[in-house]
């Protein structure tokens, strides 16, 4: 059963080192990309929209001595971002993000749990839709972290105001995507992780290896698991990785052959299409059909 009370997933954060790599390559496998969006501290990004309301945030760090001046000030995004690209690299999927209707109050939550990773940050960036129009999308983050956690973390977003454009046509994806089904976790202690998403998310962790949420699941597996569920290898760690994200299609067979016709590279898995991390593509992206 779902768990109504719990935070939706908002969207997912894809460190690169470039965002011309995730154009070419997202397109590729039949994504239409926004325009890009510039962060008021070093970053910017090229977002992936779905019907559903969730997207993915693809990131560069489009500047590095605001990047750095923004660290200094306490800019917990961007020292995480920092400190997950000097760990693991400039290509990955660093962070999973929660709706809130209230930041403030999700923020309490996490220091009284001690768990969380710094100052409240909120900001304004400007948004413009797949033909120019621009407007102002507001927000405002707390976040959350295992204390010994580098490659991965949480936050909860509360968008202050959102943008009045018209995203139609940013979510109209040549393979058929509507949305986010499931995010898989790699962690050689997944009973000692689900708590932490569990309090980020304020869901049930009863479930043991997944957190239900309202419009997805999140799941944590062991890397034997995840290697015999989707043939792909991660290295076993103790700590959290997030590896893979599965989306939502209507048509398995359209989706093979787009990806056949661009040359990418992909094997199947049960019913699942699976297509393994790429430049610009920080994660495993997986295809499943739904009816």
Do not use: W
């Not at 009284?112 to 927000?139: I, P, Q, V, Y």
């Not at 990785?241 to 599965?246: K, L, P, V, Y």
């Amino acid at each position: 059963m779902i768990e109504s009370s719990a935070h939706p997933l908002d969207h997912l954060v894809l460190p690169t080192g470039s965002l011309d790599a995730v154009r070419s390559r997202l397109a590729s496998l039949g994504f239409i990309v926004a325009p890009t969006g510039i962060h008021p501290f070093g970053t910017e990004n090229a977002c992936v929209f779905f019907a559903d309301g969730t997207y993915l945030e693809p990131l560069a760090v489009g500047n590095e001595q605001m990047a750095d001046r923004a660290i200094g000030e306490g800019n917990v995004f961007v020292a995480r971002d920092r400190l997950y690209r000097q760990t693991l690299g400039d290509e990955g999927f660093s962070a999973v993000v929660f709706a809130t209707a209230n930041a403030d109050a999700d923020h309490a939550r996490y220091v009284e749990a001690g768990l969380s990773a710094g100052e409240m940050l909120g900001f304004s960036r400007a948004f413009t839709d797949a033909n120019g129009k621009s407007d102002t999308a507001s927000f405002k983050l707390a976040f959350i972290s295992d204390k010994e956690a580098d490659g991965a973390f949480l936050f909860a977003c509360q968008r202050v105001s959102a943008p009045k454009i018209d995203r139609t046509a940013l979510q109209a994806h040549a393979n058929g995507v509507t949305g986010i089904l499931e995010i898989i976790a790699v962690s050689d202690r997944p009973a000692a992780q689900i708590g932490l998403i569990a309090t980020a998310a304020e869901a049930d962790a009863s479930a043991g290896d997944a957190v239900r949420l309202p419009n997805a699941v999140l799941s944590i597996l062991s890397s034997e698991d995840y290697a015999s569920r989707f043939g792909l290898t991660v290295a076993p760690s103790p700590d959290l990785r997030f590896t893979a994200i599965a989306f939502a299609i209507r048509d398995k067979a359209a989706v093979r052959r787009l990806l056949a016709d661009n040359a990418v590279r992909h094997n199947m898995s049960g019913n699942d299409i699976v297509v393994p991390p790429a430049p610009g593509q920080g994660a495993a992206f997986i295809f499943r059909e739904i009816p």
